[in-house]
């Protein structure tokens, strides 16, 4: 089982900057990719960011790509999403999630719970 909690939501003003972080427990961290995603209001849940499992590959989503970054620190067992120059239409909320293996894939195993990010015009 792993659980994942994240944090570092908030509302803020366009071109502001966020961190979310999450962490997760667990012993298998180390050897998972981690991903965000998020979900605005009336919209389908969208793959955001991911890394894979030693942090030296990354992904992301063409809307967020040069604003984004996403990042691990396996001491802490916590994946953070540095949010720069940050939009309305980033609104949503943002959920962790891991992958069942080191890479990332089209599956993901576990989630959080989301944590709410408001960009206001």
């Known amino acids: 089982q792993v659980e994942l909690v994240e944090s570092g939501g908030g509302l803020v003003q366009a071109g502001d900057s966020l961190r979310l972080s999450c962490v997760t427990s667990?012993?298998?961290?180390?050897?998972?990719?981690m991903g965000w995603f998020r979900q605005a209001l009336g919209k389908e849940r969208e793959f955001v960011a991911g890394?894979?499992?030693?942090?030296?590959?990354?992904r992301y989503a063409d809307s967020v790509k040069g604003r984004f970054t996403i990042s691990r620190d396996d001491a802490k067992n916590t994946v953070y999403l540095q949010m720069n120059s940050l939009k309305p239409e980033d609104t949503a909320v943002y959920y962790c999630a891991s992958y069942p293996g080191p890479l990332l894939s089209s599956n993901n195993d576990y989630w959080g719970q989301g944590t709410q990010v408001t960009v206001s015009s």
């Open positions: 890394i894979n499992w030693s942090g030296d590959s990354t």
């Open positions: 667990g012993r298998t961290f180390t050897y998972r990719a």
